[in-house]
């Protein structure tokens, strides 16, 4: 415990299993995920039965929209990759 208080926000990191910026993204996109699925965020994003309507790029179905739930987590994830 002493060598996380003398190393900072690194060591910290490190003891949490956070140390390497691909983990840091994989924390930060799955919470931003859990966060919003909780919130049923974006609206557009899902049906009325509550299942999520597909990426308008990837599918021709009818209901399929450019505001996709996954867009979000992914975005945060690169930013948690990038500056972190």
């Known amino acids: 415990m002493s060598t996380v208080i003398n190393e900072g926000m690194r060591g910290t990191l490190v003891e949490l299993g956070l ?10 996109g799955v919470t931003a995920a859990g966060l919003l699925y909780l919130a049923g965020q974006p609206k557009a994003s899902f049906r009325e039965d509550g299942s999520m309507k597909p990426l308008r790029w ?7 929209t450019t505001t996709h739930f996954l ?11 990038l500056f972190t």
């Open 19 to 28: 140390g390497s910026p691909s983990s840091r993204a994989f924390v930060v």
């Open 58 to 64: 990837l599918s021709p179905e009818p209901d399929a």
């Open 71 to 81: 867009l979000l987590p992914v975005g945060a994830a690169v930013a948690g990759y």
